[in-house]
């Protein structure tokens, strides 16, 4: 069974520049997560997705950041114009819905932004 | 609301010794609890996790973790450290009775090995 994937691996950017992220998760899973890692910390959830409804953004700067998950399957974060303390990792989760599920994490996005 | 607390940002143990990582959480309901762990460059792994049942949960590459209702812990530990267990470990929790799959993270701990 494949895992989670996520593209690009890295990504370096100038400020003020825009940036894309995109996960797709593993087969089944209705819920996606976005979190942003920053270093030497622990995962922070940025938004929740059941299937192709947002259910959990309140930590989305709205501001810059947006998601879609258009069909319920595959998803896309985008940083819109990126600053420079979005430098971190952005990793993409899923599972099936559930309290009890484990996430299935895929390896990451770094982002580095000059 | 939930919470997660690892003591110690950093251990550092001789191979072969006994690893022990602490974590404490904070939750209004039971909690589900896991172990998960990061290697550099790649996502996070689950190395166990506790639902109902046995309060001795075994997970992979030899680590155990034992959930205390009464100190509100779930420590990590294994008998015997290996080179390969030099990694970030962290702790995270969920409510149970809630259909909202969501976790909360703590901080990490990173875990080094001396030969």
């Known amino acids: 069974e494949a895992g989670v994937v996520q593209s690009p691996r890295y990504k370096i950017i100038e400020k003020k520049q825009p940036v894309a992220f995109w996960c797709n998760p593993i087969s089944g899973h209705n819920t996606l997560y976005w979190y942003r890692q920053n270093l030497g910390q622990g995962p922070e959830l940025l938004i929740r997705y059941e299937n192709e409804e947002a259910v959990d953004d309140s930590q989305l700067p709205k501001d810059r950041f947006s998601a879609e998950r258009l069909k319920g399957v595959d998803s896309t974060l985008k940083i819109q114009p990126a600053e420079l303390g979005d430098s971190a990792v952005y990793l993409c989760?899923?599972?099936?819905?559930?309290?009890?599920?484990?996430?299935?994490f895929g390896p990451g996005t770094r982002l580095t932004v000059t | 609301a939930q919470s997660v607390t690892q003591l110690g940002s950093h251990v550092s143990v001789s191979e072969g010794a006994l690893v022990l990582l602490r974590c404490n959480y904070s939750?209004?309901?039971?909690?589900?609890l896991f172990w998960y762990v990061q290697y550099p460059n790649q996502g996070l792994q689950l190395l166990l996790k506790?639902?109902?049942?046995?309060?001795l949960v075994k997970g992979i590459n030899g680590f155990e973790a034992e959930f205390k209702k009464s100190e509100t812990s779930f420590h990590l530990t294994k008998p015997s450290a290996h080179m390969s267990d030099a990694a970030e470990y962290f702790c995270?929790?969920?409510?149970?009775?809630?259909?909202?799959?969501?976790?909360?993270f703590g901080s990490g701990t990173r875990l080094s090995i001396r030969p």
């Open positions: 939750s209004s309901v039971p909690p589900y």
């Open positions: 989760a899923s599972n099936p819905t559930g309290a009890s599920y484990e996430q299935y």
């Open positions: 506790y639902t109902t049942g046995a309060t």
């Open positions: 995270a929790v969920s409510l149970r009775y809630s259909s909202a799959s969501k976790i909360i």
